[in-house]
């Protein structure tokens, strides 16, 4: 008889996080956008995040119009969320001929192990979450972080082009919740700051 392997415990994030999915084109009649989003999964381990990560479809693969929302547990991908209300995104625009050559898949991943390892953010608190949205002549990812103070969240942008391992050619644009919601747009917006 042998004995039993040990089990290795698995990694913690600092985090738990939460996948949401939407797609606005199978909205019902009389459905609200937050009735038409769907939780996936949440998870609180790195092996847990590859275990889901590695089971839906790469972001290029969903429809047009569709979204996949990488949230900390307990904030909701929406302005209005207490956490988000004040805040802000950066935006990355994706012309559809690098979709084909796979970068929206890349960045998407990118910005998502620097969200959940941590690393855009030095405190911990400022980034929400992210979206990847798909559409017809370009894509979008967008990092969401809690307030809209120039330091900070130049540091953040900074940091998320350095995950992204993109050129100094590359602009991010940053534009405020505020302006969206009064707006009801999510990405024709004044730019506050680029970097």
């Given amino acids: 008889m042998t004995a039993a392997t040990p089990e290795i415990p698995k990694q913690k994030l600092h985090n738990d996080w939460t996948l949401f999915f939407d797609n606005p084109r199978a909205q019902k009649e009389g459905e609200t956008w937050l009735q038409n989003l769907k939780p996936c999964s949440t998870f609180d381990t790195v092996e847990d995040f590859w275990s889901l990560f590695n089971n839906v479809l790469p972001a290029s693969r969903l429809g047009p119009g569709c979204n996949y929302h990488l949230f900390k547990k307990g904030v909701m991908p929406m302005w209005e969320d207490k956490k988000n209300e004040h805040g802000g995104k950066w935006i990355i625009t994706i012309p559809k001929q690098d979709r084909q050559k796979g970068k929206v898949d890349e960045w998407w991943l990118y910005t998502v192990l620097a969200m959940i390892g941590e690393t855009m953010d030095e405190?911990?608190?400022?980034?929400?979450?992210?979206?990847?949205?798909?559409?017809?002549?370009?894509?979008?990812?967008?990092?969401?972080?809690?307030?809209?103070?120039?330091?900070?969240?130049?540091?953040?942008?900074?940091?998320?082009k350095v995950a992204l391992e993109v050129s100094d050619r590359t602009t991010l644009k940053f534009q405020s919740h505020r302006d969206a919601a009064k707006n009801n747009s999510s990405f024709k917006n004044q730019n506050l700051y680029e970097c």
């Avoid at 911990?124 to 017809?136: D, N, P, Q």
């Fill in 123 to 160: 405190s911990g608190l400022e980034v929400c979450g992210a979206v990847v949205s798909i559409r017809k002549s370009q894509d979008r990812i967008a990092l969401w972080v809690k307030g809209v103070e120039e330091k900070e969240c130049i540091k953040v942008g900074t940091r998320w």
